[in-house]
């Protein structure tokens, strides 16, 4: 099975997001005031799958290209919830890691790039698929590349144009 | 865009790359060549040209999912996020150093890596932060923290006229007070040489006691500079020269005030209906001084516009000024709603009387069982009951007055005196109080009494006082739009 066919709805994904969920709850247990960054996740739950020896994992980059699916699905829906929660008008006590990121490098909602995301799928599913492995999944273009059997100049210049396009929904949706 | 779909997208993908291969000179000529007759598609090119600009540390940092409490950024302790505005996320935040509260923005991350912008950012936010005016959120400091800019400003508590607008349009009154403070705000800044750029109702707060202010005064209109088309700024505000990349001066801000008082009156954007004047068409003195302010701040042509804010302030003052502005409808009789005893409007008012009425019963019994008390205690409890009822009786009494003469300075006359009668309410309520503690023991009957009215008190000051007020508001603003459809037929 080659990884590119693995869709949000396999069982290895739902495996996957189950274990890092476990994995992000235990980092945020342990040190609460520290964030878990999504990379450093993936990895160490690869380094413990490994260790099960899971037949299922054919390599390093089918594992991150089912780990980003997993990895998008568990963000984007903790910030969902959070922003739901802060809806409701629940008090909410801790102040949330996208609001750490807004102030380093990122300013926009994960939510909101899932969403762009889906749209940018329906003009482009392997720009939006390029997206995921290389931003939730962590890879290289190199690796992005391989799993999609393309070469990395294609991924590069997919790369740059759907991030320009995503960042153009992304503020369109902001300042209006 | 509507009409993009794969092929195009494909097409779009094809030219993107190719006029990336030319020099940022020659790709404005190539792709005027390469979409000749397919304006549209060039647009979308040029958009995402303009984009990948500003995309170059896009989603370079990986997610990350976690908590933190009340993180640090340099001296500043963020507290919440109060809002998302054009720029980013806006935070409540406490200067550690001086230890008050600020707006703590973080300005989108490529703005830090673009020398150019960040020099002319840093001129803006140092000329805005000599303006000091109540109707403009001062700008405190532009800092620069790991490689990161963020604006902090004047904390502002209050909703964006944006949020007003929630509710449908607003009263013809509060409209040109609006108005009138923005146009001051604007006539000060002015006289500096400072230019909003950006003035939408998003960037309007209206405070508790009802003035507007004005944030990112200078900064805003940053976010889009004049060599990139088509720019991310606000479209629907921009003024056509600064649309088209023209000389922008204090005359766009004219300009978006136009659109901002056209929504408030209306509550529409004015080139949501083909003709300005269709939307505005009213007679009325107020309703024609607001509109001729309105279609001058709008002309194309920034000559034909004001060439002196403070002439927009003096035109709205000689507007409210105007002895017939009240667009009331004729009598007392009439500013009643029709719809009987159960409206809205008619329980506010029976809520304000019978309220005043029971200030008098609480002061009487007080009078009455002074000589209870050891010494001055029920004497002072007397006459600090006296002041309260007084304050907010005189000023419920005012508001119903109000109301029935000159509705149209209801809206903002209650608005003002808010706060003072839930000051002397909340007096009421406690020397009600503390009179029942004092004569719990000797009188249990009398003390029940009070301790009864002050829960009365707390009850209808927290749940009942706001929902009738909020109820008459929305009726009251309906009425006015009745009235004035009134007028136009």
């Not at chain 1, 889906?118 to 273009?141: C, K, N, S, W, Y």
């Not at chain 2, 004497?379 to 006296?386: E, G, K, P």
Request: proline share 5%.
């Amino acid at each position: 099975m080659s990884p590119d066919s693995v869709d949000a709805t396999s069982p290895m994904v739902e495996e996957l997001y189950r274990e890092l969920r476990r994995l992000a709850s235990g980092y945020l247990r342990r040190e609460r005031a520290r964030s878990v960054q999504a990379t450093e996740l993936v990895h160490e739950a690869y380094l413990r799958l490994l260790k099960d020896k899971h037949p299922q994992w054919q390599s390093r980059t089918h594992f991150l290209a089912i780990a980003a699916i997993s990895m998008r699905r568990l963000l984007v829906e903790r910030a969902r919830a959070r922003s739901a929660a802060k809806r409701g008008g629940e008090q909410v006590q801790v102040t949330l890691d996208e609001g750490l990121l807004a102030t380093r490098a990122q300013s926009f909602d994960l939510v909101a790039l899932d969403r762009a995301l889906v749209d940018l799928a329906r003009l482009d599913p392997q720009q939006a698929r390029i997206i995921e492995l290389r931003f939730f999944g962590g890879m290289t273009v190199e690796e992005t590349a391989d799993v999609l059997s393309v070469s990395p100049a294609t991924v590069k210049r997919h790369w740059t144009i759907a991030k320009a396009w995503l960042l153009r929904e992304l503020q369109g949706g902001s300042s209006a | 865009m509507t009409t993009m779909n794969p092929d195009r997208w494909a097409e779009a993908n094809r030219l993107f790359h190719a006029a990336l291969e030319r020099t940022p000179q020659d790709r404005a000529a190539f792709l005027d060549e390469a979409c000749a007759d397919d304006e549209q598609l060039r647009d979308e090119v040029r958009s995402l040209l303009a984009f990948h600009e500003e995309a170059d540390r896009f989603l370079d940092t990986p997610p990350a999912d976690g908590v933190r409490e009340g993180q640090m950024v340099g001296p500043y302790q963020l507290i919440r996020e109060v809002g998302k505005g054009g720029m980013g996320v806006v935070y409540l935040a406490e200067d550690t150093r001086l230890g008050r509260m600020v707006a703590f923005k973080a300005l989108p991350a490529a703005w830090a890596g673009d020398a150019e912008r960040r020099e002319r950012l840093r001129h803006e936010a140092r000329a805005a932060a000599m303006l000091s005016h109540p109707g403009v959120a001062t700008i405190y400091a532009l800092e620069e923290i790991e490689n990161q800019l963020y604006l902090v400003s004047e904390f502002v508590r209050g909703e964006t006229l944006r949020d007003e607008l929630q509710h449908g349009r607003l009263p013809l009154s509060v409209v040109v007070e609006t108005g009138l403070g923005l146009a001051e705000a604007l006539a000060a800044a002015h006289d500096r040489g400072i230019v909003h750029r950006d003035l939408k109702p998003e960037n309007i707060l209206r405070t508790m006691d009802g003035r507007v202010k004005i944030v990112d005064f200078g900064v805003a209109g940053l976010g889009s500079s004049p060599d990139r088309s088509p720019s991310p700024g606000t479209p629907a505000y921009m003024s056509p020269e600064q649309r088209h990349g023209g000389r922008v001066d204090f005359r766009s801000d004219l300009y978006a005030l136009g659109i901002v008082l056209h929504e408030l009156a209306c509550g529409a954007h004015p080139f949501a209906s083909s003709d300005v004047r269709a939307v505005l068409d009213v007679p009325g003195p107020l309703e024609a001084a607001l509109e001729a302010v309105i279609a001058r701040c709008l002309a194309e042509d920034p000559a034909e516009r004001y060439q002196f804010t403070h002439d927009v302030v003096t035109d709205l003052k000689s507007a409210c000024q105007r002895p017939t502005a009240v667009s009331a409808p004729a009598g007392p009789s009439a500013s009643l709603p029709s719809t009987g005893v159960a409206s809205a409007l008619w329980w506010w008012q029976f809520h304000q009387i019978f309220i005043t009425a029971g200030y008098g019963v609480l002061l009487y019994f007080l009078w009455m069982t002074r000589p209870w008390s050891a010494s001055q205690v029920g004497q002072s409890l007397f006459f600090v009951a006296v002041v309260g009822a007084l304050g907010a009786g005189i000023l419920r009494v005012h508001l119903w007055f109000t109301l029935r003469s000159f509705p149209a300075d209801w809206f903002g006359q209650r608005k003002r005196a808010g706060i003072w009668i839930r000051l002397a309410d909340a007096t009421l309520g406690i020397t009600a109080l503390t009179a029942g503690v004092i004569y719990g023991t000797g009188h249990p009957r009398a003390a029940a009494l009070f301790v009864g009215s002050a829960v009365g008190i707390l009850v209808a000051f927290t749940i009942i006082e706001p929902a009738t007020t909020r109820a008459a508001s929305r009726q009251f603003g309906k009425r006015e739009n009745h009235s004035r459809s009134g007028f136009r037929r």
